[in-house]
């Protein structure tokens, strides 16, 4: 839907492009303008191309004011950070799978990375027999035992699923890139996987409308099927690759979160003790931490002293003493000595809830040669196009004859 955008609260740092309806950071999207004072912001430059053109077609169709969205269901991608949404999906930018913007502590089930990999699997499987009979006729004479129309009938059956089914989401993410008008890899992909299906179909299946120069001994036509399942493959397992990188990335993350505890020892005012899940302790709340249990948030020591291995933030093998007054930080190890504390940072306001939020930040930093390779790949994409139609036509006016084959 697409929605105006109101300015997000700090802490949500999410607004709605007015164009496509795309949730953006307004604190790193460079694409912006005012529109009787107020501002707008936009996933991408065509986006506010579109608005700064006609800005009443895409305010009348706001009903609503862009609800912020809630932290931990925000996903973005690694490469265009500026790109914010609800809920997993595709950069209309760069077509990249997007990401949670918040790792969460539960190691929920990677669905994206089950269907790349049955896609992959199922896509191989399908794809050999085309390749071993297109490029087998290459090194001894399949033909000899196959015959080409035969063959391409072959190709047909096995790599049409290849195509468009395991590669639908290349397909998808190709179509929206020319809706967007934000020529990527995916392009590039579906053109060249599309064209090649769509050439050796027809040739497969009305091989006499093509001329006699193109035709073999047995009336058929060479085709692609083995090209266009072939590059689906190749492509489905470098998304594999990259999914389970990122996966093995979270994973870290979901590590470093594992070293907070889970229960917090509350001391209540009567003196009675408990223990409560450590997202109930508000700040101020007075703890127990007893030796050999995990401080569960940061805190300052009220009474008693002892040794804390502080090792998992400083580095440092040897505890550190504490005692009254001294500062407490939340997943460090109470060795000796029972301390009593009170909680002065809690949730995600605690050092190792700050040091998660960092890590995360830096892995979605982007290198300023990055920047540059956005740029580059935004004239590389219709480069190519235009250069393959350029020596089509070049070909078809001067080549030698047949021409067209």
């Known amino acids: 839907m ?140 399949l033909h000899g035992l196959v015959a080409p129309q035969t063959s391409n009938y072959v190709g047909l059956v096995f790599a049409t699923p290849v195509v468009f089914w395991a590669g639908w989401p290349f397909i998808e993410r190709g179509w929206k890139s020319l809706v967007t008008r934000n020529l990527n890899m995916f392009t590039l992909i579906a053109l060249g996987t599309l064209v090649a299906w769509m050439f050796s179909i027809v040739a497969t299946l009305a091989p006499q409308m093509f001329p006699q120069a193109l035709r073999q001994s047995d009336g058929a036509v060479a085709v692609y099927f083995e090209a ?23 994973g870290a993350l979901r590590a470093l979160m594992d070293l907070a505890p889970k229960q917090a020892r509350l001391v209540r005012e009567d003196g009675t003790e408990e223990d409560v899940p ?12 007893r030796p050999g249990e995990k401080v569960p948030v940061d805190g300052i020591v009220l009474e008693g002293s002892g040794l804390v291995d502080e090792s998992m933030v400083t580095g440092e093998s040897m505890p550190v003493g504490k005692k009254t007054g001294e500062k407490l930080i939340g997943g460090t190890i109470n060795q000796t000595g029972s301390l009593t504390m009170e909680a002065t940072n809690v949730g995600s306001q605690t050092m190792l809830a700050r040091i998660v939020k960092m890590v995360g930040e830096a892995q979605r930093s982007r290198a300023p040669v990055q920047r540059l390779a956005d740029i580059v790949s935004s004239w590389f994409v219709p480069a190519v196009i235009v250069t393959s139609i350029l020596a089509f036509g070049a070909w078809w006016q001067f080549g030698p004859e047949p021409r067209l084959a």
């Open 228 to 250: 266009a399942a072939v590059i689906t493959v190749l492509v489905l397992l470098g998304q594999l690759l990259e999914l389970r990188t990122r996966e093995s990335t979270s």
């Open 2 to 141: 697409d929605m105006q955008h109101t300015k997000s609260p700090v802490g949500t740092a999410s607004a709605t492009d007015p164009v496509c309806g795309m949730a953006v950071d307004p604190a790193t999207t460079q694409w912006k303008t005012d529109h009787k004072g107020k501002p707008y912001f936009f996933c991408s430059g065509s986006c506010r191309t579109k608005f700064i053109a006609n800005p009443g077609k895409y305010l009348a169709q706001d009903t609503s004011a862009a609800e912020p969205m809630a932290e931990g269901t925000i996903y973005t991608c690694p490469m265009h950070p500026e790109i914010r949404q609800s809920g997993p999906g595709s950069c209309p930018i760069c077509g990249m799978a997007l990401e949670p913007l918040v790792i969460s502590a539960e190691r929920a089930p990677n669905h994206e990375l089950a269907d790349m990999t049955r896609r992959f699997w199922i896509g191989l499987v399908l794809t050999l027999p085309v390749f071993a009979l297109e490029m087998g006729s290459h090194i001894v004479n």
């Open 278 to 289: 450590v997202e109930h302790v508000a700040q101020g709340a007075t703890l127990r931490v």
